[in-house]
């Protein structure tokens, strides 16, 4: 199995659904690194081991992972649809944010604004690269650009993930506009 479908794997596991290779995760979302190997390997028929998996968090492009100091523990830095509390920091966002999406997902968009759906918070991006890049592996991308400043003037709170995913709890619609 190749680190791109092992990663997809573990951010599924780590992410959603622990129960699936039979781990649990506590209440700021790690997990044992031992036993998620052990598990992975069982249930996958992978053959996962701790350098490949310290390869798969060094090099992940979206940098969705982290070890704990001495790398017994690992988890999603954010993205979860399960209630756990990865210990973000409130954070004021720059005035400009970007959100990526799918063409079909516009409309209900500009009618109800960006909603977290199953996950813990809307995702936005820093620039409008990546918001294209997050918004084409969902179909015909749309940009929206989110008056972030503003919002948080008004009393929304943000936070910064690890990897630098700019999270929040919904976004009206009076603070996007479509690009």
Not at 100 to 118: P, Q, V
Not at 132 to 144: D, E, S, T
Request: hydrophobic share 35%; glycine share 6%.
């Amino acid at each position: 199995m190749d680190n791109v479908t092992i990663s997809k794997r573990l951010s599924g596991v780590l992410r959603h659904r622990p129960e699936k290779i039979g781990i649990t995760l506590d209440s700021h979302g790690w997990a044992n690194t031992e036993k998620l190997i052990r598990k992975f390997n069982e249930v996958y028929k992978a053959d996962l081991t701790m350098e490949k998996l310290e390869e798969i968090v060094r090099t992940n492009d979206k940098k969705r992972y982290s070890f704990n100091e001495d790398k017994t523990k690992i988890r999603a830095n954010q993205g979860h649809s399960i209630n756990v509390d990865v210990e973000l920091k409130q954070t004021v966002p720059p005035e400009i944010l970007y959100h990526g999406t799918a063409l079909r997902f516009a409309d209900s968009i500009e009618e109800k604004g960006i909603l977290k759906m199953n996950r813990l918070y809307v995702h936005l991006s820093l620039d409008e690269e990546t918001a294209l890049k997050v918004g084409k592996r969902h179909g015909k991308p749309v940009i929206y650009k989110v008056k972030a400043g503003e919002m948080h003037r008004a009393g929304h709170v943000f936070y910064l993930s690890e990897n630098n995913v700019w999270l929040t709890d919904s976004v009206e619609p009076q603070y996007i506009e479509r690009i």
